[in-house]
């Protein structure tokens, strides 16, 4: 397993992308994102994400590649 992090700045724009390995799809056993754990506050990160990215006026991209679940967040400087 592996995670890899990037984040950079073009186009006066910042980047950040989280890529981590997969066995199998995420996105097809759970296209919704939802948490598999029981109590408390797990499973509002990714809406968090999402939330924060919208307020900065960004653009959040999910989607899996050569065995790697990414997000992609792009938002203005």
Do not use: C, Q, W
């Amino acid at each position: 397993p592996a995670i890899e992090l990037y984040m950079y700045s073009e186009n006066r724009m910042k980047n950040i992308i989280v890529k981590n390995t997969v066995s199998g799809s995420v996105l097809l056993s759970n296209p919704e994102l939802k948490t598999s754990k029981r109590t408390g506050l797990h499973g509002i990160g990714m809406r968090s994400v999402k939330d924060t990215v919208n307020e900065l006026n960004g653009i959040t991209d999910i989607y899996e590649k050569d065995g790697m679940f990414v997000v992609s967040i792009h938002y203005p400087e």
